[in-house]
């Protein structure tokens, strides 16, 4: 059976964009069920609409309180059964609330080798740390900001002559190869969450396997 994925939005849609191009090639077993945006006319929604997924636009400006949002983006997820809520580029803090009702089928990208740099400006304060190795990471949410096991991440090279600018373009051409392979692998049943840890053929994840630098 065909798993069911929510795509959940703020922006551009790129990394949505990576998971349906990948689903299309069949290198992932799965169908987006719907994109959720938080933010009318996000660039996401007509990626989604030019490829014949269904879109829901939930306003984040309509609501004066965070769980009242989350209620209504939980009533609408509901509606369509996900396996797997994936958050791509989603920019609002979910409350613990919701988490934990969708904890273990909640996942998320950050680009940054976590916990380096959670938060905000990974990629300038990567560059301030005058790191040499910077990249993403996919990880299972749960309360605590960024804090949630890994599942798996991407390195990339930080150049001498890098601006923030170019780096985040590498990282996000980065991510595009990484988000679908780590959906693969949750979905495949070789990544697991169980207990509150990422388990890998059965067995815990002490730490996540890393795809190697990409030379672009």
């Known amino acids: 059976m065909t798993a069911r994925l929510a795509v959940i939005v703020s922006g551009r849609g790129t990394n949505l964009e990576a998971i349906l191009d990948a689903i299309a ?3 992932l077993a799965a169908r987006v069920v719907v994109v959720i945006a938080d933010r009318p006319g996000a660039q996401a ?14 306003d984040q400006r309509a609501y004066t309180e965070r769980a009242a949002f989350d209620s209504d983006l939980d009533a609408e997820l509901a509606r369509h059964s ?4 994936v958050l791509a580029g989603f920019m609002r803090i979910l409350s613990d609330g919701f988490v934990k009702r969708w904890l273990g089928k909640l996942v998320n990208i950050h680009p940054s080798l976590l916990p380096a ?3 905000l400006h990974t990629h300038r304060r990567a560059l301030a740390d005058r790191v040499t190795t910077h990249g993403a990471t996919v ?4 309360p605590a900001l960024d804090s949630g096991p890994a599942v798996l991440q991407v390195e990339v090279p930080v150049r001498p002559n890098d601006s923030e600018g170019l780096l985040a373009a590498r990282v996000l051409n980065a991510e595009h190869r990484l988000y679908p392979e780590a959906l693969r692998r949750i979905l495949s049943g ?12 059965g067995a815990p994840l002490a730490r996540p396997e890393r795809l ?5």
């Open 25 to 27: 090639a069949g290198t």
């Open 45 to 58: 929604l007509a990626r989604a609409t030019t490829r014949g997924v269904p879109t829901v636009t939930i």
């Open 82 to 85: 996900p396996d797997l809520v």
């Open 117 to 119: 740099y959670p938060g």
């Open 139 to 142: 990880h299972f949410v749960t």
């Open 190 to 201: 070789q990544v697991a969450f169980r207990d509150g840890a990422v388990y890998c053929d």
């Open 212 to 216: 190697p630098h990409l030379h672009s």
